[in-house]
């Protein structure tokens, strides 16, 4: 598969001088030829555009190891905006991962925040991109033949949340893209993300 050349979201970021990192567990071990063995590849989305390909400055500044994303926040260097993928043991996936641990990993990573001159201004996200192989009661809607499928949880932790508030906006995973792009006002990727729900009803503002 060549490396693909539509746009990102890290695209758009770096369009408007904003700056940001994709962090994941396991990343220098699995560039330097040895993965973990429950490294995946296939999750690391931004390795998959021409940008971001191996020896290219975009990847040298924007993919990180997981590791770097506590480095940042202890030196007060964490980027405007940070994603952040866990290691496959730490990442709560049914069937090879341990819930409990990777409960542990986000409250670490919550914590590392919390502690950290970033927290006065940072909203995390804390989301999956799927249900878990439970039953869900409620139906699926019907939007188009791409979804959006079943319910995943997502859950805002900022100082700027609304507290102790269930929001039952309708909202999917391009929600996320959503607010980014509100946030400094970048050029939407396509039609789903523009017409997403922006989670701004998760706010206090």
Excluded at 87 to 112: I, K, S, T, W
């Amino acid at each position: 598969l060549p490396g693909q050349t539509m746009p990102t979201i890290g695209d758009r970021l770096d369009e408007r001088g904003i700056s940001w990192a994709w962090y994941a567990g396991g990343w220098n071990d699995a560039v330097a030829g040895r993965p973990d063995r429950l490294f995946q590849f296939h999750h690391q989305p931004f390795a998959y555009f021409a940008r971001y390909a191996d020896g290219t400055p975009g990847r040298a500044q924007h993919l990180r190891d997981e590791q770097e994303f506590f480095t940042a926040l202890k030196g007060d260097t964490l980027p405007a905006v940070s994603f952040v993928k866990p290691l496959g043991p730490d990442n709560e996936h049914p069937g090879y991962a341990d819930l409990l641990r990777g409960q542990q990993h986000v409250l670490e990573l919550v914590a590392a925040v919390m502690q950290s001159p970033a927290w006065a201004e940072t909203a995390i996200i804390i989301t999956y991109d799927e249900n878990g192989g439970r039953w869900d009661h409620v139906a699926p809607p019907v939007r188009d033949r791409w979804g959006p499928g079943t319910r995943v949880p997502a859950i805002v932790v900022s100082r700027l949340a609304k507290k102790r508030t269930v929001d039952h906006t309708r909202y999917d995973t391009t929600s996320i893209l959503r607010l980014i792009e509100t946030r400094w006002n970048l050029q939407p990727l396509g039609a789903v993300d523009r017409n997403a729900g922006d989670l701004r009803n998760a706010f206090a503002f």
